[in-house]
C-alpha cells in the first residue's frame, strides 16, 4: 500500500467541504461560507464520489522534494501521484526548477496501474490493472520543462544512467495496460537504473490533451464514447501501433452532478489521427490543450452522414467560411479548417495550439447543418 504522498494531482468535484458525514457542519473545515447539508452523498475532499467537473492545469516552480524512499515500513512513498477516487479528472502538472534531495528514483511519481492498484476502490475500480480504463489515471501527465524533475536518464547502453540536459522538455505518461502498448516505442519505463519507475518518461517528447464535449440537449445524461484516436500509420510519427482511447466518465452512486458530457484523451502533436466515437453528437466543443503555435494535430472523425457542417471558433457566433476547404485539410492548415468528405464518410478538421486556445478562447464548436427534409407529390395526366 501508500504510506506518505507528497502532492496530490488536483481534480475539481464543486464538493465545497472537507468533512465526512454525521458531522455537525459548524465543526466541519469549510471551503465556502455557506454551511451545506451533510449526506450520504457528500465525503472529505481525500475521498469523493462526485463527478469531477472539468479540466485545469497545475503549476509548479522553484519546488524542493526531500528524503522520499521508495520503501518505508514495507510500505511505498511517493513524492506526486493523482488521486485515487478522482477516476475522471487529475489536473496536468507541469514543473520547473525542481530540486531533488535524498531521494530515490522510484520514490519520485506514480502513475503505474500495478502500484495504485489497491488503492482504487468504488467509482475509480475502472482505473485497476484489470479495469477497463478511467480518464483519471490513463489521461494524466506531467511536465517536465527543464529536465530538472526527471534528472536522470538511463543511458542508451542500458548500464548506467546519465544526467537529462537541462533545458530538456519532458512528458511522463501513465503505465497501464491500456497505455504501455501505445507509448512504449516513444516513452521508457526505466528511470536511474530502476526498471520500473511508476509511469512513462518521454525525454524531449511532446503531449498534449485533447478535450471533446458533447453539446447536445440532454448530453450530460448520456454517453456517447468511448473516444478513439488511431495515430494513421503511414506518417513517421513515432507510434508503432495501438490506438489512444478515453473511456470517459462513470455512474456514481450519489446521482448529483452526474455529466457524461465530457471526455479527454493524451495527444501527440504533428500527428494525424482517425478519430471515433459509438455515436458522433450532432454539436460537439474541441478544445486543444497547447499553448505552442507550431503544435498542430488533424482529426479524421468517421462521419456517415452527408450533412455539412458549420465551425465557429472562439465564441463565435458567424461560422468563418475561409476554413470550410474544398480539400483535405493538413496539419499546416489554420485552426479550425475542415471538410467533410461524403464518400469517405470522413469529417477531417485540424487543431493548433496558442496561448488563446489554451485559456479556452478558441474552442471549436462544430454543429452538423440543418436540413428540410421536403416530400412531393407530382401527378402527371
Not at 496558442?354 to 407529390?377: A, C, H, W, Y
Request: aromatic share 10%; hydrophobic share 35%; glycine share 8%.
Amino acid at each position: 500500500g501508500l504510506r506518505r504522498i507528497g502532492f496530490v494531482a488536483p481534480f475539481n468535484t464543486k464538493n465545497k467541504k472537507t468533512c465526512d458525514t454525521s458531522m455537525d457542519p459548524r465543526q466541519c473545515r469549510q471551503l465556502s461560507g455557506a454551511y451545506p447539508k451533510l449526506d450520504d452523498c457528500h465525503f472529505p475532499f481525500e475521498k469523493h464520489i462526485h463527478f469531477d467537473k472539468g479540466l485545469g492545469w497545475t503549476y509548479l516552480e522553484r519546488t524542493t522534494f526531500a528524503y522520499w524512499k521508495a520503501n518505508e515500513c514495507d510500505m511505498k512513498s511517493r513524492a506526486y501521484t493523482m488521486s485515487t477516487s478522482g477516476p475522471e479528472v487529475s489536473f496536468p502538472t507541469q514543473f520547473t526548477s525542481t530540486t531533488w534531495y535524498e531521494t530515490d528514483p522510484a520514490a519520485k511519481f506514480e502513475l503505474s496501474a500495478e502500484t495504485l492498484n489497491n488503492a482504487f476502490s468504488a467509482r475509480s475500480s475502472p482505473c485497476k490493472v484489470t479495469g477497463g480504463g478511467c480518464m483519471g489515471l490513463d489521461q494524466a501527465i506531467i511536465h517536465d520543462t527543464d529536465g530538472t524533475f526527471v534528472d536522470k536518464m538511463l543511458a542508451p547502453n542500458g548500464t548506467n544512467y546519465i544526467d537529462v540536459p537541462r533545458g530538456t522538455w519532458s512528458s511522463i505518461v501513465p503505465s497501464t495496460p491500456r497505455t504501455r502498448n501505445v507509448w512504449a516505442p516513444l516513452c521508457t519505463t526505466t528511470h536511474m537504473g530502476v526498471e520500473d519507475v511508476g509511469g512513462q518518461v518521454c525525454v524531449n517528447k511532446t503531449v498534449q490533451l485533447l478535450e471533446m464535449h458533447n453539446l447536445d440537449r440532454g448530453a450530460k445524461d448520456v454517453k456517447f464514447g468511448p473516444l478513439v484516436l488511431n495515430p494513421d500509420d503511414e506518417e513517421d510519427n513515432g507510434f508503432e501501433g495501438g490506438v489512444l482511447s478515453s473511456v470517459g466518465p462513470f455512474y456514481g452512486s450519489c446521482p448529483c452532478g452526474w455529466d457524461f458530457s465530457f471526455y479527454h484523451v493524451l495527444v501527440k502533436p504533428s500527428v494525424t489521427y482517425d478519430g471515433e466515437v459509438m455515436s458522433l453528437p450532432e454539436n460537439i466543443m474541441l478544445r486543444y490543450w497547447s499553448p505552442n503555435p507550431r503544435d498542430s494535430i488533424l482529426i479524421r472523425f468517421f462521419y456517415p452522414d452527408s450533412r455539412g457542417v458549420n465551425v465557429f471558433v472562439g465564441g463565435s457566433t458567424e461560422p468563418d467560411m475561409e476554413l470550410k476547404l474544398a480539400r483535405m485539410p493538413t496539419l499546416a492548415d489554420k485552426h479550425g479548417a475542415h471538410v467533410v468528405d461524403a464518400q469517405a464518410l470522413t469529417l477531417a478538421i485540424t487543431l493548433r495550439g496558442s496561448p488563446e486556445g489554451f485559456n479556452s478562447q478558441l474552442d471549436l464548436v462544430i454543429r452538423r447543418t440543418p436540413t428540410v427534409n421536403l416530400k412531393m407529390n407530382v401527378e402527371i395526366s
